[in-house]
């Protein structure tokens, strides 16, 4: 099976802008989890998505938003960036037995 | 004080000794325990899990738990200079899907 997909792979924006980052789950998961990973903070939970719902969000200001589609891709929007925004944006994607796999992530550079 | 907590390292190991790497959680809620392995500028990459109390053993490697303690350990059996990367424990609830992961530990492993 193909693994999690993420696009795009990198990214550069200015502050104020807002972003779009996509992720393709790999065949048959249909839970999508994101996180975010800077050196300070390491690697923090966004939130999760399952069958279109948001079921569990960090602790991420509203700037912050997602969401997913019926073939299970998902999306998320970052509004009006902030300098400390810039991170790798990893997406996962999990199977029925718990385990999350993944992808290769987005690193976006917020100027 | 962080709910999961890892010896940020270096951890410098010779080439063919055992490489133990620790983590401790506060939360008791924790079910599952996950170790994820990163390459400099690449996504983690699942190692194993484990939910039992115990030893589960996977090629060189070996998971412990013990949630009476409330401590997560990997062992590294015969380390290579390609396991050289930053290990990341993660534990997650049963009933949830968030991954709370520690801040890594960072594991050189000289020739």
């Known amino acids: 099976k193909a693994g999690v997909t993420q696009t795009p792979r990198y990214l550069i924006k200015t502050r104020g802008q807002q972003v779009t980052l996509s992720c393709s789950p790999i065949?048959?998961?249909?839970?999508v989890s994101w996180y975010q990973q800077t050196p300070g903070q390491g690697l923090q939970f966004l939130f999760e998505y399952f069958s279109e719902t948001q079921r569990n969000k960090g602790n991420f200001p509203g700037r912050f938003s997602g969401r997913q589609f019926s073939n299970s891709r998902s999306e998320m929007n970052v509004s009006t960036l902030e300098l400390g925004d810039s991170a790798l944006y990893l997406c996962?994607?999990?199977?029925?037995?718990?385990?999350?796999?993944f992808g290769p992530g987005t690193r976006l550079l917020v100027l | 004080q962080k709910e999961v907590e890892q010896n940020s390292g270096p951890l410098s190991v010779p080439e063919g000794a055992i490489a133990s790497l620790n983590c401790t959680y506060s939360d008791r809620g924790s079910q599952s325990f996950f170790w994820y392995r990163q390459y400099s500028g690449k996504s983690p990459e699942l190692i194993m899990f484990?939910?039992?109390?115990g030893d589960k053993e996977d090629g060189r490697f070996t998971a412990q738990l013990n949630k009476a303690s409330q401590y997560v350990s990997l062992l590294i059996r015969d380390s290579q200079p390609s396991d050289s990367a930053t290990y990341l424990c993660a534990a997650s609830k049963a009933a949830g899907n968030k991954l709370t992961f520690g801040g890594g530990t960072r594991v050189l492993v000289k020739p």
């Open positions: 484990i939910y039992s109390n």
């Open positions: 996962a994607s999990r199977d029925n037995q718990e385990t999350q796999y």
């Open positions: 065949s048959g998961h249909r839970s």
